[in-house]
């Protein structure tokens, strides 16, 4: 309920989480209200973090909110696909995990965080390559 709660805010109100994020004064003399859309930003990422810290553990949100973002910055060229590029990830990371954590008899956590990680140096090696 709560991610489709945020899932919606973020769709209707993108432009100015964007504006907010990147150029608040900008923003302002634009007519958006600035502190009204910081402190929601603030407020839905300080609730999911939360929630998921209860649901998985503290490490697992780490990795989860900083590695696929990583890998996605360097794929895509525009903030709305790297969101949903680094949605994917994320996806893709928590499956892959938890059939390893299933085949290999490990925790799923250590799982997940192992697959993100081999991927991020992975991605870390070859993006370093293509950029010269």
Do not use: H
């Not at 008899?105 to 140096?121: D, H, K, M, Q």
């Amino acid at each position: 309920v709560i991610c489709v709660f945020f899932t919606a805010v973020i769709v209707l109100f993108y432009r100015q989480f964007v504006a907010v994020s990147f150029d608040s004064e900008f923003a302002s003399l634009r007519g958006v209200n600035t502190k009204l859309f910081y402190y929601i930003l603030v407020c839905m990422t300080a609730l999911c973090v939360v929630a998921t810290i209860r649901v998985v553990g503290l490490i697992l949100v780490i990795a989860l909110l900083t590695i696929p973002p990583y890998i996605a910055q360097g794929l895509a060229s525009r903030l709305g696909s790297m969101m949903l590029i680094s949605a994917l990830f994320s996806a893709v990371f928590c499956v892959v995990g938890l059939f390893l954590s299933f085949w290999l008899n490990l925790t799923s956590g250590a799982s997940i965080i192992l697959v993100a990680s081999v991927c991020f140096f992975v991605f870390s090696i070859f993006f370093r390559r293509f950029r010269g």
